[in-house]
C-alpha cells in the first residue's frame, strides 16, 4: 500500500524495526469515527490490543536481524540488563513507554492514511460506504 511506503521513513527514524512495527500492525484495527459527519469523521486506530503485543515486541527486537535494534541492544549492553530488570519484575515504566509510543506512531498512520484517501479523492466514498456497513 501506497501510505505503508510513505510511512517507512517514519518507522525507521522510530524506536521500533520494521519487524516489530509489523506486529504493532496486527494488533490494530482502523475505523472510521463519525463516518456519517463529513466535517467530523475521521480515521482512528482501535489499539484495545496493542498492550498484549508490547512483551511480543521485547522477543523480536531479540531476534532481529544485525543492525537492528538487537544490535543497539548488544553494542550498548542493554540486553543483559533489560533481561535482569524483567527478571526483577521492573520492566513495567518500559513497558508503558513502548505502549506509548506505539500508539502515538499509529496514531501518525491513521493521520497518514487518512490524507493519503483524501489526497487520492476516495475519502468521501469510504467513509459513504463505512457508515453504510
Do not use: C
Amino acid at each position: 500500500m501506497a501510505v505503508d511506503r510513505e510511512f517507512s521513513d517514519r518507522v525507521h527514524d522510530s524506536e521500533f524495526s520494521n519487524q516489530e512495527w509489523g506486529l504493532i500492525m496486527t494488533a490494530v484495527e482502523f475505523e472510521i469515527e463519525h463516518a456519517d459527519d463529513p466535517e467530523r469523521a475521521r480515521v482512528v486506530a482501535d489499539t484495545g490490543n496493542l498492550p498484549e503485543m508490547i512483551p511480543e515486541l521485547e522477543k523480536v527486537g531479540r531476534m532481529g536481524p544485525g543492525g537492528s535494534n538487537a544490535q543497539r541492544q548488544a553494542d550498548s549492553g542493554t540486553g543483559v540488563i533489560d533481561a535482569i530488570r524483567g527478571a526483577l519484575g521492573m520492566d513495567g515504566d518500559d513497558d508503558a513507554e513502548r505502549l506509548d509510543a506505539a500508539e502515538r506512531l499509529v496514531d501518525e498512520y491513521a493521520t497518514a492514511l487518512q490524507r493519503r484517501l483524501e489526497d487520492e479523492g476516495k475519502w468521501d466514498e469510504i467513509r459513504r460506504v463505512y457508515g453504510d456497513g
